[in-house]
């Protein structure tokens, strides 16, 4: 390898250590204030206290309907490669996290790889931290507007033109609905009158936040959180850079000796267009994260 080229791999991971921190020092500003206000409002509306914590995950409390395709405990997973393969990836992000832009935009080409080659199927949880951390319903919508592409068997493209095109942090775009329904026009195919339905409706807004109450109920804090064949987070304190060469490295140790799955080019589940929690493949849906700045919940 050239010294220019070791050098750029060394300013991306740089780049990604930095926005990882900076995230970290920012959510953590953020807990702080959040502690703060909540006990001077225990110390003045106590008795209110109960009441905003119980509906604080944003359910409705009726059960949640699940997206075509999706597997695992209640239905919380949307899977994405080949259903057989040996290795799975279980991807926690948000889609306002810009450390899970950046995981993603660091790793996507290697993961699609092992997807595609039947080495490693991916298995996605979408919450919306950043929404309780800084306000709005951004990561709610573009997590709902996911599950809804998911239904047109389009996740894992929709999923990538997301990320490709997330705001700043502190932007609450992802919000406008209508500005989701003209990124899904980068999608070819997509934009069907089911789709832009369940975008517009929220179908799946309480499967959303299943999944965030899911997360937090797991132990987790911070986003993305990527655990391989279901071990310690890739990007836990004390373990070494998420970088593509050692996802690679990761999934070939994981899988020596095994018969890689059904090779598939972005397969995803067949179309449930207008059918919100049909039965669907399970092998299909979306990509994967890289190596900064954690999300943290408050």
């Known amino acids: 390898m050239s010294e220019k080229n070791r050098e750029g791999k060394r300013n991306a991971r740089d780049r990604l250590q930095e926005q990882r921190a900076d995230d970290q020092r920012r959510q953590k500003r953020k807990r702080t204030a959040i502690v703060a206000g909540s006990v001077v409002g225990v110390l003045v509306v106590g008795a209110v206290i109960g009441v905003v914590v119980a509906g604080s995950d944003g359910s409705s409390g009726a059960p949640a309907v699940a997206p075509a395709g ?5 239905k919380l997973a949307l899977p ?11 991807v926690y992000e948000d889609f306002r996290c810009p450390a899970c832009a950046a995981y993603e935009n660091e790793l996507r080409d290697t993961i699609h790889g092992l997807q595609d080659q039947g080495q490693l199927k991916v298995e996605y949880h979408l919450v919306r931290l950043i929404d309780g951390n800084l306000g ?28 490709q095109n997330q705001p700043p942090e502190n932007d609450d775009l ?10 899904a026009g980068k999608v070819p195919g997509l934009k069907t009158p089911a789709f832009t339905r369940c975008v517009k409706d929220g179908t799946y807004d309480d499967w ?10 797991a132990g987790f804090n911070s986003t993305p959180t990527i655990l391989l064949n279901g071990g310690e987070n890739l990007l836990a304190k004390g373990q070494p850079n998420l970088t593509a060469d050692r996802l690679k490295q990761l999934v070939t140790e994981a899988n020596k000796g095994k018969k890689p799955g059904t090779a598939t080019q972005g397969a995803t589940p ?3 267009s207008g ?3 049909a039965p ?17 919940s408050g």
Do not use: I, M, W
């Open 80 to 90: 994405n490669g080949a259903s057989d393969a040996p290795s799975t990836l279980t």
């Open 208 to 217: 959303v936040n299943a999944n965030n109450k899911a997360f937090g109920t």
């Open 270 to 272: 067949p179309s449930a």
């Open 136 to 163: 709005g319903s951004g990561s709610l919508d573009a997590a709902n507007a996911a599950a809804c592409a998911q239904d047109e068997g389009k996740f894992r493209a929709y999923h990538d033109v997301l990320y």
């Open 275 to 277: 059918s919100p929690g």
């Open 174 to 183: 992802f919000a406008d609905k209508n500005h989701l329904l003209e990124l």
């Open 280 to 296: 669907g493949s399970a092998t299909g849906s979306a990509p994967a994260g890289g190596s900064p700045a954690a999300s943290q």
């Open 70 to 74: 999706a597997t695992g405990k209640d």
